[in-house]
């Protein structure tokens, strides 16, 4: 079955810029979609469709695609932005979709 | 407001069935597809099912094929997971999702309730 990979950590500093990646073999053919969880809470959408942003979400929230693997970017990142992360996408064909393991982000 | 509300969630055994239930509101319930995802605890996000708008496209994961049937029923605004031969793997907080853009069946889900939990255990 397909697989969406992320790094199970990233760690950064306040005002610093945040890289989160997922890789996955049918990227370059589906969008990707990022969600925000924190603790006890339900995801929030933050990217989707690769880059576009839902309203209400803040600016410092970006998302890219090159080939094969999908990039969430949060600029300036703030304490607030402390939370798991996971990207979304469907397989090759369109049938099903998957998450990726998700990727905790700590706010130095 | 736009809200997704789920129910019916519990402890049932091994082997038996439940279904889930999420209600809808505040929104034009059948423009739009629906999804239920579910989340072990201390576990990442699990994508179960998904239903088109108008029933025509259903979609499961592997894992719950042949034992999982998604449904919704748009005069009553309501979508529906229908579980049988649980078994303690099926043990998670399902969610209900609402797609972000009218009509289509893509996978980004703006809208989530905050859940139901089942419990299999005997």
């Known amino acids: 079955s397909y697989e969406l990979t992320q790094p199970p950590s990233v760690s950064v500093s306040p005002g610093q810029t945040a890289r989160i990646t997922c890789s996955g073999d049918?990227?370059?053919?589906?969008?990707a979609h990022w969600y925000q969880q924190k603790p006890g809470q339900a995801p929030v959408l933050m990217i989707y469709k690769d880059s576009e942003r839902p309203s209400g979400i803040p600016e410092r929230f970006s998302g890219s695609s090159s080939g094969t693997i999908v990039t969430l970017t949060i600029s300036g990142v703030q304490a607030e932005d402390e939370a798991d992360y996971y990207c979304q996408s469907a397989d090759s064909s369109g049938s099903y979709w998957v998450f990726g393991g998700g990727t905790k982000l700590t706010v130095l | 407001e736009v809200q997704l509300v789920e129910s019916g969630g519990g402890l049932v055994q091994p082997g038996r069935s439940l279904r889930l239930s999420c209600a809808a509101s505040g929104f034009t319930f059948d423009d739009y597809a629906m999804h239920w995802v579910r989340q072990a605890p201390g576990k990442g996000l699990e994508w179960v099912s998904g239903i088109s708008w108008n029933s025509g496209s259903i979609a499961y994961a592997d894992s719950v094929k042949g034992r999982f049937t998604i449904s919704r029923d748009n005069a009553k605004n309501c979508l529906y997971l229908e579980m049988n031969s649980l078994g303690a793997e099926d043990t998670a907080l399902y969610y209900c999702?609402?797609?972000?853009?009218?009509?289509?069946?893509?996978?980004?889900?703006?809208?989530w309730g905050q859940g139901t939990t089942l419990t299999v255990s005997s």
């Open positions: 049918a990227l370059p053919k589906q969008y």
């Open positions: 999702a609402k797609e972000v853009t009218v009509t289509v069946f893509d996978g980004a889900f703006d809208i």
